[in-house]
C-alpha cells in the first residue's frame, strides 16, 4: 500500500491533465445551483507514459469542492459532493448553494476547483477559465398559471404569459413535475397535433407571450407517468406541483418553473350551469369546522352524477406554520340531506384559529363524488382560499312581550375582539320549528344595529319594526308569530339561525332554561329554504366570489 501511495504521490502531476484548462462554473441564477463542467484534457489519449487518469481512475470516486477567495463549497459540514471518474468524458458535478451564497459570489471572478482522487488519496488544484451565469429571470414569464384537470383524464395549463425570450421550437422541454416522497415525477407536454384548439401552439411557428393554454394529453406514451400523478394528488392536494420550461441558450440550460396559482376541477357534468354556485368555504366557529357550498343551502347537486354512491370531503387548513387535515366520508342519500359538512375542532386546530390571518391562512377543500369501485366521478376543489374565523360562540335567545332579545357570547381572539371582522357588520335573525319532517319560519329580522364583538358579550333585541314582511310564516303577523314562539316553547325545541356577513351560524333553543348550545349544519334543507332569500342575498355579498 505504501508503495502505490508513494507512486502516485510522485506522479501526482499526471492527475492535473484529467481535465482541460477550459473547465469552467456555471451558475443557474433560478435555482442557485453552481454546476462545475470538467472537460476533459485535450490530449489526454495522446499520453502513453504513466497515463494514471486511464489506467488508475476509471470507475473511481473523485471528491469535489469550489472554492472562492474566501468561500468554500459545500460548506463545512455539508454532505460532500462526489462523482464517478469516467475516462475522457466531460463531467458536470452540481453544487447546491442557499439564495444568500449564490447572491455574494455571482459577481466574482476568480475561482478554483479542487479534487481528492480515490478519497483523499491524491489532491489537485487547478483554476477554472471562466465563471458564467444564467442571469434569465424566468420568474416574470407567467402572469397567470391554472391547472385544470378531468379526473384521471387530461390536464389543461391556462397561462396568461409575458413576452419572455423563450423559442417555441422542437428543442423546447415542457413538462409537469410533482413531488413522490423525497423524490420527483414528470408529464411530459407535448404540443397539440389534432382537435387543437384555436389557442393552442404549434410548435414552429407560435411566439411564447401567445400561448394561452398548454395540455397534457391522456396517451399510452404517458399512461403510466399521468396515473401517477393522480394518485399522488388524490392522496395529497396540497402536492406541490410545478410546471417547467426547459431550453438552450447558447449552450446554457435554462428552466423556468412556476408553481400553479390555482388547480381547479373541469365541470365535466355541467353542475354549475343549474342556478347553484358550487365554490365552497369553510368556516371556523368555537367547537367545530364547517365546510359549506357558497349561496346554497343544500348539498344535492342538480346535476346528474352517475353511479355515485359516496362523497369524501377533504379539507386542509394552513398558514405559514401550522396545518390540519380533516377528513369525512358519506353515503350519498345522508350527505345530499345534509348542510355542508361538520368537522369537531381537534387539538391541532387551536394554533390555526387563534392566530389566524385572512392573509396567511388558508383552505384547500375538496368534495369527491365516488362511484361503487371507489373512484372518482366528480370533484368540487376550492384550491388555498381564505377560510374565516367564527366569532361567535353561542348565544341565548330571549322571549319578551314586544321584542325578541339575542346574549351573544363572543370568542376572546384578537380578530373578533379588534372588529377586523367589518366595523359595520349587522346581524339577522331567523327563528323557526320543525314539525312532521315540515319547517315552519316565526320570524326573519333584519337587524339595524352593529355588533360589538369587542364586549365578549352583548345582547342585541330585535322588534317588529324589523320584521320582514314578504316571507310566509306560520302566523300572519310579527306580534302574532312571536306569541305562538312563545307558546311552541312550551313543547319543543324552537331553532335560531344568526345571519351576518361574515358567519351562519344554527342554534337550538332548550325551552326549560331558555339556554342555546350550537348545533352543526345538519338542519334539513326544507328547513333552511325558508332562510334563503335573506341568506343568500346577505352571503353573496359578503363574499362577492366568482364560481370555481
Known amino acids: 500500500m505504501l508503495l502505490i501511495y508513494t507512486s502516485l504521490q510522485a506522479s501526482a502531476s499526471s492527475f492535473t491533465e484529467c481535465y482541460s484548462a477550459k473547465s469552467y462554473i456555471n451558475g443557474n441564477s433560478l435555482t442557485y445551483q453552481l454546476n462545475l463542467h470538467l472537460i476533459p484534457f485535450e490530449r489526454l489519449v495522446q499520453i502513453t507514459e504513466e497515463n494514471l487518469c486511464q489506467m488508475y481512475l476509471p470507475g473511481k470516486i473523485v471528491v469535489a469542492q469550489i472554492h472562492y477567495d474566501d468561500l468554500s463549497f459545500p460548506r463545512a459540514g455539508q454532505d460532500e459532493v462526489n462523482f464517478i471518474y469516467k475516462f475522457n468524458q466531460e463531467i458536470i458535478v452540481s453544487f447546491q448553494l442557499d439564495e444568500a451564497d449564490y447572491r455574494y459570489i455571482i459577481d466574482k471572478q476568480n475561482a478554483m476547483y479542487e ?167 369553510a368556516i371556523f366557529n368555537s367547537d367545530s369546522v364547517q365546510l359549506q357550498y357558497r349561496d346554497s343551502f343544500k348539498n344535492k347537486l342538480l346535476c346528474d352524477l352517475p353511479g355515485v354512491v359516496s362523497v369524501h370531503v377533504d379539507m386542509y387548513l394552513f398558514d405559514d406554520v401550522n396545518s390540519l387535515r380533516i377528513q369525512k366520508s358519506y353515503g350519498i342519500e345522508k350527505f345530499n340531506e345534509n348542510v355542508g359538512a361538520s368537522f369537531k375542532n381537534i387539538d391541532e386546530s387551536d394554533a390555526l384559529r387563534n392566530n389566524h390571518d385572512p392573509e396567511v391562512s388558508k383552505a384547500t377543500m375538496v368534495v369527491s363524488y365516488l362511484d361503487a369501485s371507489g373512484q372518482i366521478v366528480y370533484d368540487l376543489i376550492v384550491y388555498n382560499d381564505p377560510f374565516y374565523v367564527g366569532c361567535i360562540n353561542r348565544a341565548v335567545l330571549h322571549l319578551h312581550k314586544t321584542e325578541t332579545c339575542i346574549d351573544y357570547y363572543f370568542n376572546n381572539i384578537s380578530k373578533c375582539t379588534s372588529n377586523l371582522v367589518n366595523p359595520n357588520e349587522k346581524n339577522n335573525l331567523g327563528i323557526f320549528y320543525q314539525e312532521n319532517n315540515k319547517a315552519y319560519s316565526l320570524g326573519l329580522y333584519k337587524l339595524n344595529r352593529i355588533v360589538d364583538y369587542s364586549l365578549l358579550r352583548q345582547q342585541l333585541c330585535f322588534v317588529c319594526d324589523e320584521f320582514v314582511d314578504d316571507t310566509i310564516y306560520a302566523k300572519p303577523s310579527c306580534k302574532e308569530n312571536q306569541s305562538f314562539t312563545k307558546e311552541k316553547l312550551k313543547s319543543m325545541e324552537i331553532n335560531f339561525a344568526i345571519i351576518s356577513d361574515y358567519e351562519f351560524n344554527i342554534f337550538k333553543t332548550v325551552a326549560a332554561e331558555y339556554q342555546s348550545i ?31
Open 518 to 548: 350550537y348545533m352543526p349544519f345538519t338542519t334539513t334543507s326544507v328547513l333552511l329554504m325558508i332562510l334563503t332569500v335573506v341568506s343568500v342575498m346577505i352571503l353573496h355579498k359578503r363574499y362577492n366570489v366568482k364560481c370555481h
Open 115 to 281: 479534487l481528492w482522487y480515490d478519497v483523499n488519496l491524491v489532491k489537485v488544484n487547478n483554476s477554472v477559465n471562466t465563471i458564467e451565469h444564467t442571469k434569465y429571470n424566468g420568474t416574470n414569464c407567467f402572469q397567470q398559471i391554472q391547472l385544470e384537470y378531468t379526473i384521471y383524464e387530461d390536464i389543461d395549463i391556462n397561462v396568461i404569459a409575458n413576452n419572455c425570450e423563450v423559442r417555441i421550437d422542437p428543442a423546447l422541454q415542457v413538462y409537469l413535475e410533482f413531488e413522490v416522497g423525497l423524490g420527483k415525477q414528470q408529464v411530459p407536454i407535448f404540443p397539440c397535433s389534432q382537435n387543437c384548439l384555436q389557442d393552442e401552439y404549434s410548435v414552429t411557428s407560435t411566439q411564447f407571450h401567445h400561448i394561452s393554454i398548454y395540455r397534457i394529453k391522456k396517451t399510452s406514451y404517458i399512461a403510466a407517468q399521468l396515473a401517477s400523478f393522480y394518485t399522488n394528488f388524490i392522496q395529497n392536494r396540497r402536492l406541490r406541483i410545478t410546471m417547467n420550461l426547459l431550453f438552450n441558450t447558447n449552450g446554457i440550460d435554462t428552466v423556468i418553473t412556476r408553481t400553479f396559482d390555482e388547480i381547479l376541477a373541469k365541470d365535466t357534468y355541467n353542475c354549475k350551469v343549474n342556478d347553484t354556485y358550487l365554490a365552497l368555504f
